[in-house]
Structures are given as structure tokens and as C-alpha cells.
């Protein structure tokens, strides 16, 4: 497989159901990402990883619970969600995090996200 | 203000017709810029970075102005498959995306 590959690429889940996103990238980056895309807003960066540390933590509720085990691979946990919390979450990676020019994003396919 | 602030559009212009979109960025420090597009349902995809001198990619122009802190993506001859989301990108030591503007290109 190449690029960055999401699973599932749909989840319907209840709100006190607990549910995981996966994401794997074959490109040898460093850096890892989760965004998330609801409608009609700009994509929203909810964490970094960079070198399987996590750099970034932008104020994401504690449902959502981010693990990086490896440079490789990213999980998303998500625990008692709620409805607006429905969107598409996009994972990416790129060669390593900063401020670059050549540091482009590699994004996933997504995980379409509904909480009923 | 918005960290990165585009025109969301719809545009619809007819194919071969010439269009440009313009994004604004705040932050000052920002290193990088980029254009990205997604199609309907799709993930983002790298259309072309913005260098401070202007580049070119085919049909497609990006100018880069850091005194008025905008940037700008033209495209001219418009074909349908240019339909889509076109995303400007800065980068502050992290990707800060615009909503997006939506172009239409009808036959």
C-alpha cells in the first residue's frame, strides 16, 4: 500500500459508544496529523505528532484521545461523543513537522464521523 | 481576525474562461504557502506551492504579495475537471487552512 490509508472510512456510532480511527502512512514521514473537517469551516488541526511525540494538543475535548505508537501509525480514540462533534476527520503526515517549504501534507481518504 | 481568510464563493464561470481567487493570512511570520484542492468528498490533494517570486504550473498561477499579506491562485482556460474546493494554506510551524472557495466550471 502507499500514502496514508484511513479506517473505517465510515463510523455511525451512539454516544456512549467508544470507537477508534486508524491511519497508517507508507511515505517514511515523521509527522502525523488529525484534522477535522465539518461544513463550510477550514480544516482544524486537533494534534501533531512529530517524531512519535505529540507537539500539539489544540484545546481538543478529552473524548477524543490521540496515540501514536509509532512513526508509522495514528489512532484517534473517541469516548462519549457528542452529535456536533459529527464530521470528517482527516488524518496526514508529512516529512517532519515546522515551518518548511517542502514540508506538504499527505492527507488520508478520511473517516466520516456521525454520532446519533 | 481569521488566520487564513478566503472568499467562499460559488464561483461558476464557463470552461475557458480565466478565474483567480485571493486568500488573506494574518500571521505575519508565516513561512510557506500553499494551494490545495479537494474535491467533492474527497481529502485535500497539494495543488502547488506559492514562492514569494510567483510560479507557474501550467494553466495555473499563484503570486505570493507578504507586504499585504495575500496570496492569489489564477487559472486560466478552465476546464470542468478544475470543479472543485481550492484551499489556501499557510504554514506557522503548522498547516492553517482557509474554508475554501468553490469554483463551478459549466460546459
Known amino acids: 500500500e502507499t500514502g496514508v490509508t484511513q479506517t473505517p472510512r465510515h463510523l455511525v456510532m451512539g454516544m456512549t459508544n467508544k470507537k477508534s480511527l486508524k491511519c497508517e502512512q507508507h511515505l517514511g514521514h515523521n509527522a502525523m496529523y488529525w484534522y477535522k473537517q465539518s461544513a463550510k469551516k477550514p480544516l482544524e488541526l486537533m494534534f501533531v505528532y512529530n517524531f512519535k511525540e505529540q507537539t500539539e494538543n489544540n484545546s481538543v475535548p478529552s473524548r477524543f484521545s490521540p496515540e501514536c505508537p509509532n512513526s508509522s501509525h495514528l489512532f484517534l480514540h473517541l469516548h462519549t461523543l457528542q452529535p456536533e462533534d459529527s464530521a470528517l476527520y482527516l488524518c496526514?503526515?508529512?516529512?517532519?513537522?515546522?515551518?518548511?517549504?517542502?514540508?506538504?501534507?499527505?492527507f488520508g481518504a478520511g473517516s466520516r464521523l456521525t454520532v446519533l | 481576525r481569521k488566520e487564513v481568510e478566503q472568499d467562499p464563493g460559488p464561483f461558476n464561470v464557463p470552461e475557458g474562461a480565466t478565474v483567480a481567487f485571493n486568500c488573506t493570512y494574518s500571521n505575519s511570520a508565516s513561512q510557506s504557502f500553499f494551494w490545495y484542492r479537494q474535491d467533492c468528498r474527497k481529502e485535500p490533494k497539494l495543488l502547488m506551492s506559492?514562492?514569494?517570486s510567483g510560479n507557474e504550473d501550467g494553466r495555473f498561477t499563484a503570486q505570493l504579495n507578504r507586504a499585504s499579506q495575500y496570496i492569489s491562485l489564477l487559472i486560466r482556460d478552465s476546464k470542468l475537471s478544475d470543479s472543485a474546493t481550492y484551499l489556501c494554506?499557510?504554514?506557522?510551524?503548522?498547516?492553517?487552512f482557509g474554508a475554501g472557495t468553490r469554483l463551478t466550471v459549466k460546459p
Open positions: 506559492v514562492y514569494s
Open positions: 494554506v499557510v504554514n506557522i510551524g503548522d498547516m492553517r
Open positions: 496526514a503526515s508529512s516529512p517532519r513537522q515546522g515551518s518548511a517549504g517542502a514540508n506538504v501534507l499527505t
